[in-house]
T-cell receptor, first 113, second 111 residues
Framework: SQTIHQWPATLVQPVGSPLSLECTVE??????LYWYRQAAGRGLQLLFY??????ISSEVPQNLSASRPQDRQFILSSKKLLLSDSGFYLC????????????FGPGTRLTVL | QQPVQSPQAVILREGEDAVINCSSS?????VHWYRQKHGEAPVFLMI?????EQKGHEKISASFNEKKQQSSLYLTASQLSYSGTYFC????????????FGAGTTVTVRA
């Protein structure tokens, strides 16, 4: 069966510090991968998605970047965090929307102070 | 453009019914429904495709009205476990890899 891992689970970082969040998927190959951010009490904002190694599509211009160095690995990064980067970051994997659901990882709760 | 969900919040007693709507200004090809418990990741409930298909998951069902560009989620005989925030995610094309999510509807079921 497929599983999706994210780490760390929680993170507190000072403004201006770098960020690296990792997501890995097991039990499937060539998944579509997604990074979402959820601000407190808000909906899901799609940040990046990837349909293959090295292929990244950015949805919202911002202080973040994403990379997919391996088929089942998706990394979210920032060189300098802003206060507005705080939130709940969710990685998800799935096929095309018409054929299947997206499976979400457990999430990383990031607080930027 | 993200779909619009209504209502924003609803409070129910166990056994009561509720309807959550998800509307789009663009033509919809598929609608996904997810439920998120506080502090947890969203969990998939069901997917509906263009064609007015209706689906069910336990006592939760949904419909998709292509002409109205709207999907509705029906919570029937609600249980305490139904509490959470419900999100609809929509795609406009058959080859679209992305979902646009609504802002969510918070459902509280009380004993």
């Amino acid at each position: 069966s497929q599983t999706i891992h994210q780490w760390p689970a929680t993170l507190v970082q000072p403004v201006g510090s770098p960020l690296s969040l990792e997501c890995t998927v097991e039990g499937t190959s060539n998944p579509n991968l997604y990074w979402y951010r959820q601000a407190a009490g808000r909906g899901l904002q799609l940040l990046f998605y990837s349909v293959g190694i090295g292929q990244i599509s950015s949805e919202v211009p911002q202080n973040l970047s994403a990379s997919r160095p391996q088929d089942r690995q998706f990394i979210l990064s920032s060189k300098k965090l802003l206060l507005s980067d705080s939130g709940f970051y969710l990685c998800a994997w799935g096929g095309t929307p018409i054929y299947g659901e997206q499976f979400f990882g457990p999430g990383t709760r990031l607080t930027v102070l | 453009q993200q779909p619009v969900q209504s209502p924003q919040a609803v409070i129910l007693r166990e056994g009561e019914d509720a309807v959550i709507n998800c509307s789009s200004s663009k033509a919809l090809y598929s609608v996904h429904w997810y439920r998120q418990k506080h502090g947890e990741a969203p969990v998939f409930l069901m997917i509906l495709l263009k064609g007015g298909e209706q689906k069910g998951h336990e006592k939760i069902s949904a419909s998709f009205n292509e002409k109205k560009q709207q999907s509705s989620l029906y919570l029937t005989a609600s249980q305490l476990s139904y509490s959470g925030t419900y999100f609809c995610g929509a795609s406009a094309r058959s080859n679209d890899y992305k979902l646009s999510f609504g802002a969510g509807t918070t459902v509280t079921v009380r004993a």
